[in-house]
Nanobody, 117 residues
Framework: QVQLVESGGGLVQPGGSLRLSCAAS????????MAWYRQAPGKQRGLVAG???????KYTDSVKGRFTISRDNAKNTVYLQMNSLKPEDTAVYYC???????????WGKGTPVTVSS
């Protein structure tokens, strides 16, 4: 089992920045990759950014150049630095962890991000 706790969400003005954190605990040695997803009201949850344990990264096109995903292995934490935020970035952001076991993944409870003036 892996437990994920997100933090760092909030209200920010357009053009502002936020840093989300996802702290992992439990059987973290089994992790293969971690990622951030988001779900806006009335829309499906979608991938924002992901990072493997070997530091390969992937971003959805709409956040490339604005968001950066990173890991701190000593703290078992994954971060999402979000810059130049836009109103369309408003969503609940969820942390996801994937293990080496096919079909096994875990989700955090989410942290809301609102971009509004």
């Amino acid at each position: 089992q892996v437990q994920l706790v997100e933090s760092g969400g909030g209200l920010v003005q357009p053009g502002g920045s936020l840093r989300l954190s996802c702290a992992a605990s439990g059987n973290i040695d089994s992790l293969y990759a971690m990622a951030w997803y988001r779900q806006a009201p009335g829309k499906q949850r979608g991938l924002v950014a992901g990072i493997t344990m070997t530091n390969n990264t992937k971003y959805t096109d709409s956040v490339k150049g604005r968001f950066t995903i990173s890991r701190d292995n000593a703290k078992n934490t994954v971060y999402l630095q979000m810059n130049s935020l836009k109103p369309e970035d408003t969503a609940v952001y969820y942390c996801n962890a994937v293990t080496a076991t096919i079909g096994e993944d875990y989700w955090g409870k989410g942290t809301p991000v609102t971009v509004s003036s």
